[in-house]
C-alpha cells in the first residue's frame, strides 16, 4: 500500500522569507503523480502544484517550487518570499497512474507566517 | 464557475443518531468523492463515484455508512447509527474525469455527543 509521511507537524517561516516543507513517499509503482495541496482555516482543500513522476524537470508554480527526488522518494515543496496568506495547513498527496484516482494524503504540516 | 457545495457547514449529534450530508459538484464533473478528515490526519478516501456507479468503495465502513448519487449529479452520504468515532469533517470533491485534479468543498463538520 502506497503511505505518505510529512515528518514536520508544524513549521514557521517570516514574512518574505523561504521555507521549505517535507514529504517522502512509499510506492512500489513507477507512473504516479505528487501532489500537494493547501488547507486555510476556511477548510477549502486547494491543489498547489502537481508532478508527474515520468518529469524530470521540478513543477514550478509562482512562488511555489518543488524538488523531485525519485530515486529517494522524496517530493518538498519550497514557498519563496512567504506571504501572510501562505499561512495554512499543508498536505503532501500520492495518486497512481493510469485510470485511478485515488489521492493518498499525509497527516499535513501546519505553516504559520510571522511577521 | 462556481465550486462544490457542500451542507451542512456543521452538525451536532448524539451517538446512535443518523446524520446525512449533501454534495453538489462543479457543474459537468463527472466523478464524485467522500473523504472523511479526523483531526490531526489527511483526509481519507470513502468512496469515489463515476457519474452514478460506485467506482471505490474499499474504505467506506458499509456497516453504518452509505452513499448514492443516483442522477449522477448531486451526492448523498449517510451515517446510521453515528459512533464517537465519526467525528470528523467529511469532505467532498468532484473532477471532469477520475485522473484529473480534484476540486473540494468546505465540508461538514461533524460532532457526535
Excluded at chain 1, 44 to 73: G, H
Excluded at chain 2, 11 to 25: D, G, L, M, T, Y
Excluded at chain 2, 51 to 74: C, I, M, T, Y
Excluded at chain 2, 107 to 112: A, C, F, H, K, P
Aim: glycine share 6%.
Amino acid at each position: 500500500a502506497q503511505t505518505v509521511t510529512q515528518s514536520q507537524p508544524e513549521m514557521s517561516v517570516q514574512e518574505a522569507e523561504t521555507v521549505t516543507l517535507s514529504c517522502t513517499y512509499d510506492t512500489s509503482e513507477s507512473d504516479y503523480y505528487l501532489f500537494w495541496y493547501k488547507q486555510p482555516p476556511s477548510r477549502q482543500m486547494i491543489l498547489v502544484i502537481r508532478q508527474e513522476a515520468y518529469k524530470q524537470q521540478n513543477a514550478t508554480e509562482n512562488r511555489f517550487s518543488v524538488n523531485f527526488q525519485k530515486a529517494a522518494k522524496s517530493f518538498s515543496l519550497k514557498i519563496s518570499d512567504s506571504q501572510l496568506g501562505d499561512a495554512a495547513m499543508y498536505f503532501c498527496a500520492y495518486r497512481r497512474g493510469g485510470t485511478a484516482s485515488k489521492l493518498t494524503f499525509g497527516t499535513g504540516t501546519r505553516l504559520q507566517v510571522t511577521l | 464557475e462556481a465550486g462544490v457545495a457542500q451542507s451542512p457547514r456543521y452538525k451536532i449529534i448524539e451517538k446512535r443518531q443518523s446524520v446525512a450530508f449533501w454534495c453538489n459538484p462543479i457543474s459537468g464533473h463527472a466523478t464524485l468523492y467522500w473523504y472523511q478528515q479526523i483531526l490531526g490526519q489527511g483526509p481519507k478516501l470513502l468512496i469515489q463515484f463515476q457519474n452514478n456507479g460506485v467506482v471505490d468503495d474499499s474504505q467506506l465502513p458499509k456497516d453504518r455508512f452509505s452513499a448514492e448519487r443516483l442522477k449522477g449529479v448531486d451526492s448523498t452520504l449517510k451515517i446510521q447509527p453515528a459512533k464517537l468515532e465519526d467525528s470528523a469533517v467529511y469532505l467532498c470533491a468532484s473532477s471532469t474525469g477520475s485522473n484529473q485534479p480534484q476540486h473540494f468543498g468546505d465540508g461538514t463538520r461533524l460532532s457526535i455527543l
